[in-house]
């Protein structure tokens, strides 16, 4: 069944360059409205606030930090969200969806330190224990830690040009393997929208939101898999049921978030 044209009439556009570059460049140069660039404050799991950023440079694995202007990186931050639009643009039918664990993903070393951070959220921000353990997971090539890693860097202005640099190489690095997370938090950003957080009824879902949940994020996919699985067109329905049980069987902090995997299941 083709079902392409059913979920096209359920996704939004999510991005648009003349409402998004202001609003990331003002994070990334520390410009007076830069308090706009928030990230979804409570993403459960892909958004949690720090008090303070590490002061160490502990992504010194991402390479060395290149001295550039507010004008470069402002070129650097457009190429890559240019980037990250035209992925979005390629959204595929969600009957494509494949769940995949996150060994299936990428690396996971010390994926309890992963867990242990989402467990403790929202907690866990104030933790260094908890923070420090996240960076290292990050640093030994971890995809969920630098997942977790990214979004505390962009919940903030960045606040000075090696900040920002470090933060649109992370962005890179995510783009460069296909971790969707990165384009379901830019959408949420863009379009001035919070990730659902199972408390408030589902809002529409956008392009965005399917191309991240197409490509192994958790949360978007528990989004997306809600609003699929009230669909009409028994085989999104299907496929929305997969999504929830796909995102809650990733890790147990998941599964605790987004309730029993065989509850979810059979819920209607």
């Known amino acids: 069944m083709d079902t392409r044209g059913n979920h096209e009439q359920q996704i939004g556009t999510g991005l648009t360059a003349a409402d998004g570059r202001g609003l990331i460049y003002a994070a990334t140069h520390n410009e007076p409205h830069a308090g706009h660039w928030r990230g979804p404050r409570e993403a ?3 958004g949690p606030r720090l008090t303070q950023a590490p002061r160490r ?6 390479g060395p930090v290149q001295a550039l202007d507010k004008d470069e990186l402002t070129v650097r931050m457009d190429r890559l969200l240019t980037s990250v639009m035209a992925d979005v643009a390629t959204v595929q039918d969600p009957e494509q969806f494949v769940c995949k664990q996150p ?3 990428g690396p996971v070393p010390r994926l309890d330190a992963v867990d242990a951070w989402l467990d403790r959220f929202p907690e866990s921000r104030k933790d260094h224990a ?8 990050a640093a030994e090539g971890n995809w969920l830690a630098r997942v977790q890693v990214y979004t505390l860097l962009a919940e903030r202005p960045a606040r000075d040009n090696s900040t920002a640099y470090r933060t649109i190489q992370l962005m890179e690095w995510l783009q460069q393997h296909g971790i969707g997370a990165l384009h379901g938090i830019v959408g949420a950003t863009l ?7 199972g408390e408030a009824p589902t809002p529409a879902i956008t392009a ?6 197409l490509h192994h994020s958790y949360p ?3 989004k997306v898999g809600l609003a699929l699985s009230r669909s009409d067109d028994p085989a999104l329905a299907a496929v929305g ?4 049980d796909c995102a809650a069987g990733a890790l147990p902090a998941y599964a605790r978030m987004y309730g029993s995997p065989d509850l979810v299941a059979t819920a209607p």
């Open 44 to 46: 459960r799991g892909e």
């Open 57 to 62: 440079d502990d992504l010194g694995w991402l």
């Open 191 to 197: 379009t001035g929208r919070h990730h659902f957080d």
């Open 241 to 244: 049921r997969k999504m929830i």
């Open 220 to 222: 978007a996919q528990h």
């Open 208 to 213: 965005s939101d399917m191309f991240a949940a």
């Open 103 to 105: 060994a299936e993903v």
């Open 130 to 137: 908890l923070t420090r353990d996240l960076y290292r997971a």
